[in-house]
């Protein structure tokens, strides 16, 4: 399979045609050249056998949770301020993400990788750059929606050549300005299944005091959730979608910085049986990496998009 040009990362041999530098710390990624490259040992932690298991298993960055509607409304903090609190507390870097916990009968921690919050960010980006549109229908008119919130339709383009759009439904969707939009946003679910999540399949360890059961939210969720505030804000002037929005939207730093751990850098691996045992980062290095910045910049720098400072998001340049 073969991505589509706006999706496309160095290989390996383009990358070495670059210059080589040292560098003494992750976030120095964000100060190398277009020109210029660096290869570091992998910074996974050693008790994690590979990415795989860091990626299920890993530390996780947890927001404040609500356990009823009642504390919600008591404390009144949208995501965005329980991210911006969380964020600017982690005390180290090696996360595997961020997770929330739903309100009521469903309890299925909800999980968000940054590298998601990238990739969906770039796949919206896209869909505005090029001619493969977002589509968004929301079904908002019943009177339950104020408590359950909305279904939306959803298609996103594939960043796969050849490959068709992905269909699916989004649920529990915050779209009106009620008192339940608290618990509505934290019961965030899609009936999506694309490989990240369909192959992402977990058993909990003997020592884990939470259930196996996790709704992991991916790329075209955040992708088409991005879509759908941008349309509420642009025809209705409906701020609630982008105020109880679950994910985090990235910055053009953090775009930047990301774009460098794909084109400038590559990983040190002596598990590998080729000669000179260098490869791309794999997921788990990237998601550590873009923690490191947010840990080494703090929330808003990374994300916390602003108009004034980034531009649109679905304007952030995309090319290294």
């Known amino acids: 399979m073969t991505k589509k040009t706006f999706f496309r990362e160095n290989t390996i041999g383009e990358i070495k045609t670059k210059n080589k530098v040292n560098i003494n710390s992750l976030y120095e990624i964000s100060n190398l050249k277009q020109n210029e490259y660096t290869i570091i040992p992998s910074f996974i932690p050693k008790n994690y056998e590979n990415s795989r298991k860091f990626m299920k298993h890993g530390p996780e960055v947890k927001p404040r949770r609500y356990y009823s509607l009642e504390q919600a409304l008591e404390i009144r903090k949208t995501p965005v301020q329980l991210r911006e609190e969380a964020f600017n507390q982690i005390k180290n870097y090696e996360f595997c993400g961020y997770t929330f916990m739903p309100l009521g009968k469903d309890k299925r921690k909800r ?3 940054l590298i998601e919050c990238l990739e969906g960010a770039r796949l919206f980006a896209y869909s505005h750059q090029t001619n493969a549109k977002i589509f968004v229908k929301p079904y908002d008119k019943p009177e339950r929606v104020d408590k359950e919130g909305a279904e939306v339709i959803v298609e996103v383009p594939s960043r796969t050549k050849k490959e068709r759009k992905n269909k699916f439904k989004l649920t529990s969707v915050t779209i009106k ?23 992402n399949i977990r058993y909990k360890y003997f020592s884990d005091k939470e259930s196996s059961g996790i709704v992991n939210i991916c790329a075209h969720d955040i992708a088409g959730n991005l879509q759908l505030i941008e349309q509420e804000l642009s025809k209705k002037k409906n701020i609630v979608p982008l105020q109880m929005c679950q994910f985090a939207i990235p910055t053009q730093q953090t775009v930047n910085y990301y774009l460098k751990l794909e084109n400038n850098l590559l990983i040190y691996d002596e598990n590998l049986k080729n000669k000179n045992k260098l490869r791309k980062p794999n997921r788990a290095e990237k998601e550590i990496a873009l923690w490191s910045l947010v840990k080494f910049l703090g929330h808003d720098k990374t994300f916390y998009s602003k108009k004034s400072r980034d531009g649109n998001v679905a304007d952030y340049k995309w090319k290294s």
């Open 111 to 113: 999980k968000i990788s």
């Open 177 to 199: 300005d009620s008192q339940e939009k608290y618990a509505i946003s934290l019961n965030f679910g899609s009936d999506h299944s694309c490989p990240s999540k369909r192959f």
